[in-house]
């Protein structure tokens, strides 16, 4: 204080202790705000986890999360394969808004997305694993650092991100430098998430983390100790997948557990469509049709939300979707309106982490390829061409395999839905058109469905990835080259 008058100390002291408030308040702000983190599987069929009663798998991990948090026994996929469901998580439209029409299309630049959002409001955003939103087919390669569509471009500070499914020792792409690893793919990308998760958090910055497995996809390859046994080769292998990937779902929970976090963060598990046939065993829980449908099979999935500050653990029948998980955390952050695009399809399920909330206000939509759906609590309806003038009308709640046509039976209910559902077709339609961006049309950065082989840049890589197991088959095919000893 040497050199400083007398009368001026105190208001010295009173800025020292102001900026000692503020810190203090800006760190409670940090603790206050939850951390986010968004799981998904790809593939997984709403009857394999242990909860739900598989016959031979066991996800001790995923069942401890459903006992501790709020288990969605009617959660749907937005999409009934990858890529557009995963457009939906990101900004909580239905897929063919987005651009997103099959998988292997990119999104368009032109969307708003949860990464975008949350790094506004000041969150670190990582993303690991899939992607499978930049227009890129064939089996997982990694991302490039000149890809007009990588999550960079999305709003994620960091990723380590490849184009597709991946499977054991993938070879991953950090923010465009590839990198090669050695174990179980759901294990690699939950502990490079981990070390993300410490990082933000010693640094005292919320954080939005997005895992995205590329489990249990084929090629089914699990480690001899994950396989099950007595079980034929390929469902050893599909199965063992799923067992890696729940290890991955405990090690992902002691590692929030041991960093202090876990009250405070909110985590969202779901799959990205439904289950596969011919894998061993019924991977759907006795719901028609599979992986690629809009029968139930198609698009019920595994859903659960853990956030042991806020959530009540039960188990709900709502349906929700994972069109509602970007209006949801909009909402829990109180984050604006105009964070997402719309037309937004989604609704906030923040009022349903603590109590019953009745009937769904919004129904839910789906188009993809000729058909349509629209799920308004227990009915749903469904055209299997769109334009057809032809509908099914089922009540899930009585008819869970969707056998019983009741079109005819319920008049009433049937003209209403038929009516919401050829309105929703209709919008869908015209935000295909790019209506819901402020040119009024879409502005496209590069092709939709371009297989990697055909692009110049993975040409230098060709020879090596020939012997890789992932890629083999799949080149030998494309290339008619036999791979290189
Ligand atoms: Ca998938």
Request: contains cysteine; negative net charge; charged residues 25%.
């Amino acid at each position: 204080m040497k050199g400083i008058p007398e009368m001026q100390r105190p208001t010295l002291a009173a800025v020292l202790l102001l900026l000692t408030l503020f810190a203090t308040g800006q760190s409670a702000l940090a603790t206050e705000r939850p951390n986010i983190i968004l799981v998904m599987a790809d593939d997984q069929g709403w009857g394999q986890t242990g909860y739900n009663n598989h016959p031979i798998l066991e996800t001790p991990h995923l069942d401890a999360m459903a006992a501790n948090g709020l288990r969605f026994d009617r959660f749907y996929a937005a999409g009934p394969v990858c890529s557009p469901t995963r457009a939906s998580v990101l900004t909580g439209r239905t897929h063919n808004r987005t651009g997103v029409l099959s998988h292997g299309y990119a999104l368009h630049r032109q969307e708003r997305t949860i990464a975008q959002a949350l790094q506004k409001a000041g969150y670190a955003t990582g993303h690991f694993g899939k992607w499978h939103l930049n227009g890129i087919r064939g089996p997982g390669v990694p991302v490039l650092a000149t890809d007009p569509h990588h999550p960079g471009h999305f709003g994620f500070e960091q990723w380590l991100t490849v184009t597709n499914f991946f499977d054991m020792n993938p070879v991953m792409s950090r923010m465009g430098e590839f990198e090669e690893f050695e174990g179980d793919s759901s294990e690699i990308i939950v502990d490079e998430a981990l070390e993300f998760i410490a990082a933000a958090t010693e640094d005292d910055r919320s954080f939005l983390t997005v895992i995205w497995y590329g489990s249990p996809h084929s090629p089914f390859v699990a480690s001899e100790a994950d396989q099950i046994d007595g079980e034929s080769e390929r469902s050893a292998h599909h199965h063992g997948e799923l067992v890696a990937m729940d290890r991955s779902i405990g090690t992902l929970r002691g590692g929030l557990k041991d960093l202090g976090i876990h009250e405070n963060t909110f985590v969202w598990f779901c799959s990205d469509n439904g289950g596969l046939k011919g894998v061993g065993h019924d991977s759907v829980g006795g719901l028609r049709g599979n992986k690629g449908s809009l029968w139930e099979g198609g698009i019920r999935v595994p859903g659960i939300i853990e956030w042991p500050a806020k959530v009540q653990p039960r188990v709900t029948e709502f349906p929700a979707s994972t069109v509602d998980i970007f209006p949801t955390i909009v909402d829990i952050l109180g984050l604006p309106r105009d964070s997402m695009l719309e037309v937004v399809d989604g609704i906030s399920l923040e009022p349903l982490l603590n109590a019953e909330i009745g009937r769904r206000s919004r129904p839910i939509p789906f188009r993809f390829q000729n058909g349509a759906a629209l799920i308004d609590n227990d009915l749903k309806i469904v055209t299997e061409r769109v334009g057809s003038g032809k509908y099914l009308l089922f009540d899930l709640e009585a008819d869970r395999t969707e056998s019983h046509d009741l079109f005819a039976e319920r008049p009433e209910d049937a003209r209403r839905l038929q009516a919401a559902l050829e309105a929703a077709v209709a919008t869908i339609e015209r935000s295909q058109e790019g209506a819901d961006y402020p040119e009024g049309r879409v502005t496209r950065e590069g092709p939709h469905g371009r297989f990697w082989h055909d692009i110049p840049e993975y040409e230098p890589y060709l020879k090596d990835w020939q012997s890789r197991p992932e890629y083999q088959n799949w080149l030998r095919r494309r290339t008619g080259r036999q791979p290189k000893r």
